[in-house]
């Protein structure tokens, strides 16, 4: 087992990284919106719960109170990086369920809800099936730069509105929605205020014992915690009605064995990061002001795409004229660096981002449009390499297009 004090001995981000979790050595990860690695300290506490954790948390003997005792210290553990309490905190399987509980558990057929036309599709098709059920949606549209204007919030409203929903850092753009306006026309309305805060924690701080919010959705995999961790925070006087059916955990919110090893390896994650978090996003933002200033000066004709809103320190997003951005995905990959588009495959057609044709850019700008995102396992000199990487593989591709002069 390599320890962490390994990683600070030796001073090699890298080295720790690439041989705890068998990193290819010469692949270098920019999708950390995507997911994130395991990190070594939560693989260091993963291997001895799955090994020894491993009663249920509902049990009476001790194997079952050992489970409960750990549970509750790890749902502590994230409760103390968001500042909320124990009971407000419904551990789930991800920030899918997270959204799903929140919407299906809070609105009635024949209400209204107000959610934006840049949401996840964890929101997005939960507000689709919500409409088929007799649920009105408005799909509030952002300005250019991605922003959701509160003002627009507020037009939305009906008499009926049961639910905002609207995210707090995008996903594909890593722009940070005003939040803390939007929860104050929620309360100053009456109306319940739901956020999907999936790629905002671990990258900004996250306070909801003074963010004016009612639900919270969270998914650990998204800070460095395994797949299949989550939570939903639900403001304490808020009522959720359970949308699986089954026992009585969760109080009642979740019905389910609690996946006690995943809930450790989420509370670890989360305590690394209220311990580092001011550090290690402030590292990350000069790695990816690093990585835009590079691209801008080694690539004509880019755009980056909401770069004059507040965004998360991670994300980039950047329209490069005349190349495809599947093609620069590839291109990328096979050069060794693993980075994303925003487009989605349906039915068999690459549909061109929603979240970038909202904000107002045409099918082929979107569908030119990379989205890098850093993290912990990132470098300068990885940055230096992606940059001369891009610049190559941009020179290579706009020669081949058909539509770049
Ligand atoms: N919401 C946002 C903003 C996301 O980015 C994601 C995942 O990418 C999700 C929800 C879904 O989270 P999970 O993968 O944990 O189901």
Redesign the pocket.
């Known amino acids: 087992m390599i320890g962490i004090l390994d990683w600070k001995k030796k001073g090699a981000r890298n080295c720790l990284w690439q041989r705890a979790f068998g990193a290819t050595l010469n692949r270098y990860y920019f999708d950390h919106?995507?997911t994130t690695p395991v990190s070594p300290e939560v693989l260091e506490a993963l291997v001895p719960a799955l090994k020894s954790t491993f009663g249920n948390a509902s049990s009476v003997h001790q194997d079952g109170q050992q489970a409960r005792q750990e549970l509750e210290a790890a749902r502590l553990q994230v409760c103390r990086l968001l500042n909320c309490s124990a009971k407000e905190l419904v551990l789930l399987s991800?920030?899918?369920?997270a959204?799903n509980l929140a919407l299906f558990g809070s609105v009635r057929p024949g209400s209204h809800v107000v959610t934006t036309a840049i949401e996840?599709p964890?929101?997005l098709n939960a507000c689709a099936e919500l409409e088929s059920r007799g649920v009105a949606v408005t799909y509030v549209r952002p300005s250019s730069e991605g922003l959701i204007e509160p003002s627009a919030v507020s037009e939305a409203l009906l008499p009926t509105t049961a639910l905002i929903s609207v995210?707090h850092a995008n996903?594909e753009t890593g722009v940070l929605q005003p939040i803390e306006e939007i929860g104050q026309i929620a309360l100053d309305s009456g109306v319940l205020f739901h956020s999907?805060g999936?790629?905002a924690v671990g990258k900004v701080p996250v306070n909801l014992a003074t963010l004016p919010v009612d639900l919270y959705?969270v998914?650990a995999?998204?800070f460095y915690a395994p797949?299949g961790t989550?939570a939903l925070y639900v403001r304490s006087g808020v009522q959720v009605t359970a949308v699986q059916y089954g026992g009585r955990h969760e109080r009642s919110r979740r019905a389910g064995t609690e996946n006690v090893p995943g809930a450790i390896a989420m509370g670890v994650a989360a305590g690394w990061m209220a311990e580092h978090l001011s550090s290690e996003s402030f590292r990350i933002a000069t790695l990816r002001d690093r990585l835009e200033a590079g691209i801008r000066s080694a690539v004509p004709n880019v755009v980056v795409n909401g770069g004059h809103a507040p965004r998360v320190p991670n994300t980039t997003n950047i329209s490069f004229e005349g190349i495809d951005g599947e093609a620069m995905v590839i291109a990328l990959d096979l050069r060794g660096f693993a980075v994303s588009t925003g487009a989605a495959c349906s039915s068999g057609a690459v549909e061109p981002s929603h979240v970038l044709t909202a904000m107002g850019l045409s099918r082929s700008q979107a569908r030119s449009s990379i989205r890098f995102s850093l993290g912990r396992i990132n470098t300068a000199g990885q940055v230096d390499a992606l940059i001369g990487a891009v610049a190559e593989a941009a020179a290579h591709l706009r020669k081949l297009s058909p539509t770049y002069a």
């Open positions: 919106n995507a991800g920030g899918t369920e959204d996840h964890a929101v995210m996903n999907d999936v790629q959705s998914s995999h998204k797949k989550g």
